[in-house]
């Protein structure tokens, strides 16, 4: 059914639809709707789940690892600062290989205090192995949570949903809401191999050798490598069942183009707007969306990207110190790959919330046109000086 | 697609305006998209609604800067804000006001006039307190029938969905603004 919902209802839906038995969240900001509507559907009988409020994100977190762990289908939601005081949880989550799916707005990090969108915060837990999935739009961020257990139940890794603060959080737009029963012919119910159980005692996360722990990590990179595969599969699997498919990138125009430009979540969907003015202008430009940023798409960058004259990135999100952060993993991506290099592009640009109009998105295109190449490593996008 | 700017005062409802309108909209297949200017909302505050309706999927996502439309729910922010600012020529201006179209001659210059007595509709459906009513229904009578872009059948639809509590009091707001809005002549 169609229904007229905000971004963070989407995630609320999504979670219900996936049956999640355990949701723990703290419920002060940065948190958002999510988790009110989530609390008032296990309160209704709606969600037969368990609703544990707890004193910070870092608890938050430690309760979902404790229910996943223990067999359940676990759930939280966070953004920004909440998401940074989960961080030593993240690992936690990750290295003891549980399938957890977390919703995270994008809010950039305080100070100054702020609670628009950027990608800084998530960005910030780029290395400690959670799958980490960029939404364009409401349907997209309720599909991925369903979507996420899907395969974090495969891989063994959580998954991490991203929507743009505000953007998608706050802007309600139609999303077909699937039947239950439909999605659970699609996400069967949760069984570990291994959980914890008192009639059957293990140890779980204990002294690790260094004979050992490498080995461990090996396999989290191998899951990771899994992951590419699973996604893709469960991504067809999902668009023959409900009419959506979903992939580790998205392609728009970009068969014949001769510029690429590369973004992801909200900004790579105004830009959908862009590149068609810009096609009715007679410019062979095309989009490169990356939806799925952990696991990298490296094979699916280089095939798309492989033979085009120019490449043009825009990053929400800076790496200090560096450039912006999906323009050096798109570089980093090409480095060893065969064939023509195109020269790279990389604009920073609507950080803290700064709209990405289209016309900003316009500007960076006919910027990079022009221009043989770079000037520097980093161009900055309507920044006042 | 088109794009309505819906000029209010925090506590006024005209999130749950633009929401309920987006849901009317989107009963008879339409795209939409609505949402608050991104912030924080305080009461009494002048605050933006966004909504967009289009027939074909919406991708862009940024806000409103050049409005088709502009609806006003509170006539005082007529002489604290620009509420044309942006708004493209030959775009309708939809006011609560108890005056005519007539006496907006400076907006009638470049845009088309509506008006209607939002506050006093609301007042006379207990809708709010006299001096805070809750306008944002009965200004949704007016834009639907102005702009036509919702029947009043799915209007009814998205109030109940977007204004759950006192909903009968509120559609019939909504459908006493339908009958009474006043259209002022063509830019």
Redesign the interface.
């Known amino acids: 059914m169609k229904k007229v919902i905000l971004g963070d209802h989407a995630v609320s839906y999504g979670a219900l639809l996936s049956r999640v038995q355990t949701i723990a969240a703290y419920p002060i900001t940065p948190q958002t709707l999510i988790v009110e509507r989530l609390s008032e559907m296990t309160a209704n009988g709606e969600l037969k789940a368990i609703f544990t409020k707890v004193e910070s994100e870092h608890s938050a977190m430690a309760s979902t690892i404790g229910s996943s762990a223990s067999g359940a289908r676990a759930f939280t939601a966070t953004s920004a600062q909440g998401l940074a005081l989960m961080h030593e949880m993240l690992h936690w989550a990750a290295g003891a290989r549980l399938p957890i799916v977390m919703a995270n707005v994008n809010r950039a990090m305080a100070p100054g205090w702020t609670i628009w969108t950027d990608q800084n915060d998530s960005l910030s837990a780029r290395d400690v192995g959670w799958m980490q999935i960029y939404c364009q739009d409401n349907q997209e961020v309720l599909d991925s949570i369903i979507l996420g257990y899907k395969v974090s139940e495969q891989v063994n890794l959580p998954t991490m949903v991203i929507l743009d603060a505000f953007v998608l959080s706050h802007t309600a737009e139609g999303v077909d809401v699937p039947d239950i029963e439909d999605v659970d012919k699609f996400l069967p119910p949760y069984k570990p191999e291994i959980k914890m159980d008192i009639n059957d005692p293990r140890s779980f996360g204990a002294l690790t050798s260094p004979d050992v722990y490498m080995e461990f990590r090996y396999k989290m990179q191998q899951a990771m490598d899994k992951a590419k595969e699973v996604i893709v599969e469960e991504g067809k699997k999902f668009g023959d069942m409900f009419g959506r498919k979903y992939g580790l990138v998205e392609e728009y125009k970009t068969e014949d183009a001769d510029t690429i430009l590369i973004a992801s979540a909200t900004v790579a969907s105004t830009a959908k707007a862009v590149i068609d003015e810009m096609r009715e202008a007679g410019l062979k430009v095309g989009l490169l969306r990356i939806r799925v940023f952990r696991p990298f798409p490296t094979e699916e960058v280089i095939r798309v990207l492989n033979g085009r004259k120019k490449v043009v990135v825009i990053d929400r999100n800076i790496s200090f110190g560096k450039t912006g952060i999906f323009f050096d993993e798109v570089k980093g991506a090409f480095y060893n790959s065969e064939g023509n290099k195109p020269p790279m592009f990389g604009y920073i640009a609507g950080l803290g919330g700064r709209d990405v109009t289209p016309k900003v998105i316009k500007e960076i295109m006919e910027d990079a046109i022009k221009k043989d190449k770079p000037e520097s490593e980093i161009l900055w996008k309507g920044v006042k000086l | 697609m088109i794009e309505i700017l819906i000029h209010g005062r925090g506590g006024q409802g005209g999130v749950k305006a633009s929401?309920a309108l987006?849901?009317a909209a989107?009963k008879a297949g339409k795209?939409?998209?609505?949402?608050?200017e991104?912030?924080?909302e305080r009461r009494g505050a002048p605050i933006k609604a966004f909504t967009r309706i289009s027939d074909d999927p919406?991708?862009?996502?940024?806000?409103i800067?050049n409005p088709d439309h502009v609806v006003v729910l509170d006539p005082t922010l007529l002489h604290s804000i620009d509420v044309t600012e942006g708004l493209k020529e030959g775009g309708w201006i939809i006011i609560n006001t108890e005056k005519s179209p007539d006496s907006f001659t400076e907006f009638a210059k470049r845009f088309k006039v509506a008006t209607v007595n939002a506050t006093k509709i609301a007042v006379d459906n207990n809708l709010g307190s006299k001096a805070a009513p809750i306008v944002n229904t009965a200004i949704l009578g007016a834009i639907i029938r102005v702009l036509n872009v919702a029947s009043k059948e799915d209007l009814e639809k998205g109030i109940k969905?977007f204004v759950p509590v006192k909903a009968e009091a509120n559609i019939k707001a909504a459908y006493e603004a339908y009958d009474q809005v006043k259209l002022g002549k063509e830019a």
Do not use: D, M, N, T
């Open positions: 929401l987006a849901s989107s795209y939409v998209q609505s949402f608050p991104f912030g924080v919406i991708v862009v996502r940024s806000k800067y969905e």
